[in-house]
């Protein structure tokens, strides 16, 4: 398996523009996470899928972020309008259960000018 | 193994020598444990887990020890290799709950 895929790798775009990133999970993973990264937060969970659902969406910041997962191998996160404050690397990550280990994708690192 | 603000807790470990990089968690409630390794522009890479009915566990060059009482885990590298260089995570999964991670220690292999 190619692992967990992501794009695109680098995004740089400037405030106000609409932003989605793309994640193909490994297949047969029912589990899908999305997190973003930033040196002074660490490694927050956004959002999570289970068989394509979202399960727990507390950690998107505002409603400017949206998840969606409308099969088992593709899903997207969106901002809209983006934010400086949002440059960061996203990363996705994908398991066969909830409790199981994690396969992380190399992340969108993003540039909000 | 927390950080402060936007500098990284760092360990910096003679080639050859043993790492120990240590985690403090939250949740006495928590219930599985995950070691993550991430190099410069990658994704975090699983390396080791545990659950909390188990103390230690044991990988190839890796040991996770869990110490329930002071919630404590610990990640234990043998004779280190510039590889290794990398920052580690600790992540805490809570039943019924999201799984959360630590802000990382950066480990610096000395030549």
New interface residues.
């Given amino acids: 398996d190619a692992g967990?895929i992501q794009s695109p790798r680098h995004e740089v775009t400037e405030m106000g523009q609409e932003v989605t990133l793309r994640c193909k999970p490994i297949s047969g993973h029912d589990y899908l996470f999305w997190y973003r990264q930033t040196?002074?937060r660490?490694?927050?969970?956004l959002i999570?899928f289970n068989n394509n659902v979202p399960i727990?969406d507390?950690?998107m910041p505002e409603d400017r972020f949206s998840a969606k997962m409308p099969n088992a191998s593709f899903s997207t996160l969106k901002i809209q309008p983006s934010e400086p404050r949002d440059s960061a690397v996203y990363?996705c990550?994908s398991s066969l259960g909830?409790?199981e280990?994690?396969?992380?994708?190399?992340?969108t690192r993003l540039l909000v000018l | 193994g927390e950080s402060v603000g936007l500098h990284l807790p760092t360990l910096s470990v003679q080639e050859g020598d043993n790492s120990i990089i240590n985690c403090a968690y939250s949740n006495s409630a928590s219930d599985y444990f995950i070691w993550y390794k991430q190099e410069s522009g990658k994704g975090p890479q699983f390396i080791i887990d545990i659950r909390s009915n188990m103390d230690k566990r044991q990988g190839q060059r890796v040991t996770v020890l869990l110490n329930k009482t002071v919630k404590h885990l610990s990640l234990q590298i043998a004779a280190t290799q510039p590889g290794d260089s990398a920052v580690y995570f600790c992540a805490e999964n809570r039943r019924d709950d999201k799984i959360i991670f630590g802000k990382g220690t950066r480990l610096h292999i000395l030549p």
Wanted: aromatic share 18%; glycine share 18%.
């Fill in positions: 967990v040196m002074m660490g490694l927050e969970l999570y727990d507390s950690g990363f990550a909830r409790e280990t994690q396969y992380f994708g190399p992340g």
